[in-house]
């Protein structure tokens, strides 16, 4: 059964520095989500991409955020200069449409220090 | 902004129960999505659901959105100890925003 993909699983980063996340989204799928979990908290939205440009992203979506589909496959978070704060989990998602069931990815644990 | 408020916040019960977990919204929801999440890993669709009155059921899993759309709730029926997890409801806005609720976690005691 297709899924979506994350790499890495864990990063670990200096504040600071830049970090990219890398998902691949099932291949036939048109849009594609990054959501962000900080421990304990709720699953909050970050930004939504269609047709290769932001659709909607929420206030969390600062300039120090930026994402990208470089080719037919991968779909990447960047972060251009981390901060404590930004350490969660990151969470791919991808759908065929832009309403129904949205697949998710199994999350990159990225942690600022 | 839409609020998805859930509760109980966390729920233990003993296997073999039923229980259920509620999801109220702000504002009337056009699209009311159920997700598992299990601890430290990613989200697995449940259901969905779009019309008032809606009920849809997955083995011992129920999910009902209310006529309103502003409420809904998800029923399992004899619980076991593999439908331990956070369950999340999500729903979003005309803009594309999707959002999600405060989560319950669920603990099934053998």
């Known amino acids: 059964e297709p899924e979506v993909t994350q790499t890495p699983s864990h990063q670990v980063t200096q504040m600071g520095q830049e970090v990219i996340l890398r998902c691949v989204p099932i291949?036939?799928?048109?849009?594609f989500y990054w959501y962000r979990q900080i421990l304990g908290q709720k699953v909050e939205f970050l930004v939504s991409f269609y047709n290769n440009e932001i659709s909607e992203k929420s206030e969390i979506f600062d300039d120090q955020f930026s994402v990208e589909r470089p080719d037919g496959s991968n779909f990447t978070l960047k972060i251009r200069s981390t901060k404590l704060e930004d350490s969660a989990m990151y969470f791919c998602?991808?759908?065929?449409?832009?309403?129904?069931?949205?697949?998710f990815g199994p999350g990159t644990r990225l942690t600022v220090l | 902004s839409q609020e998805l408020e859930q509760s109980p916040q966390s729920l233990i019960v003993q296997e073999g129960k039923n229980l259920t977990i509620n999801c109220t919204s702000s504002k009337t929801l056009y699209g009311l999505y159920w997700y598992k999440q299990k601890y430290g890993e990613g989200l697995i669709f449940l259901m969905m659901l779009q019309k008032g009155g809606e009920e849809k059921s997955h083995e011992k899993i129920t999910a009902k959105l209310d006529e309103k759309k502003q409420q809904s709730s998800l029923h399992i029926t004899a619980s076991q100890p593999s439908h331990a997890g956070i369950y999340l409801c999500g729903a979003e806005n005309t803009g594309n925003q999707f959002y999600f609720g405060t989560g319950t976690s669920l603990t099934v005691i053998p």
């Open positions: 998602a991808s759908r065929l449409q832009g309403a129904g069931e949205q697949f």
């Open positions: 291949s036939n799928h048109l849009y």
